[in-house]
């Protein structure tokens, strides 16, 4: 049981490049959501989903975009990367009824 | 829309109590708690549904009151392993959404 995966660990953009951070869980939660977490701001919510087919935003989503076209995946995508998009990335789901489990996060570096 | 946490840090000896606020403008469906430690991702601690119930297991608890829109994450007797930033989240009444705090830092010493 492998919980929540998130890929990659590490990676460095230049600025004005896109990637996508992958996320997928197998414990069948509906819901899912991403963070990013910057020093002294703690966990901000970038996009959730309450279901395949269902985003929403969260408090930070501007620069990034989020589908759900299956119940495991939800893939985060920078559409054109920027220094201030330099954090850690956190996916987590939840099966509505009680905590939210973590990814072991991604570390992105915008230069 | 994030919740307001307080203290900001906070520094123990062993042994000694600790109490961690979390208030929010909105209304509240629920509250979460989760702690993280330097380099890892959070980890759940307990969630606490409107009713104002409180839970806890070992010497962590917490309690929510619904009408002031506020929870309290009570550790007693901390041990070194209690050292981290603990956040809580909230869920309001009109949505979905998980939003958290700021976190507290919390070190424990010997």
């Known amino acids: 049981n492998a919980g929540v995966t998130q890929t990659p660990k590490f990676q460095v953009l230049k600025t004005g490049q896109s990637m996508t951070l992958q996320c997928a869980q197998d414990?069948?939660?509906?819901?899912m959501s991403w963070y990013r977490q910057d020093p002294g701001m703690g966990l901000r919510l970038i996009h959730y989903?309450?279901?395949?087919?269902?985003?929403d935003q969260g408090e930070v989503p501007n620069g990034y975009n989020v589908s759900r076209s299956t119940t495991e995946d939800f893939p985060l995508r920078l559409l054109s990367a920027a220094p201030s998009q330099t954090s850690v990335y956190f996916c987590?789901?939840?099966?509505?009824?009680?905590?939210?489990?973590f990814g072991s996060g991604t570390r992105l570096t915008v230069v | 829309q994030q919740p307001v946490q307080s203290p900001q840090a906070v520094i123990l000896r062993e042994g000694e109590d600790a109490v961690i606020n979390c208030s929010s403008s909105?209304?509240?469906?629920?509250v979460h708690w989760y702690r993280q430690k330097h380099g890892e991702a959070p980890v759940f601690l307990m969630i606490?549904?409107?009713?104002?119930e409180q839970k806890g297991h070992d010497k962590i608890s917490a309690s929510f009151n619904e009408k002031k829109q506020q929870s309290s994450l009570y550790l007693t007797a901390s041990q070194l392993s209690y050292s981290g930033t603990y956040f809580c989240?909230?869920?309001?009444?009109?949505?979905?959404?998980?939003?958290f705090g700021k976190g507290t830092s919390l070190l424990v010493t010997p």
């Open positions: 987590a789901s939840s099966d509505m009824t009680g905590g939210y489990t």
């Open positions: 909105k209304a509240l469906y629920s």
């Open positions: 414990m069948n939660h509906e819901y």
């Open positions: 989240g909230t869920v309001s009444n009109s949505g979905y959404a998980l939003n």
């Open positions: 606490l549904l409107k009713g104002g």
């Open positions: 989903s309450v279901g395949a087919g269902i985003t």
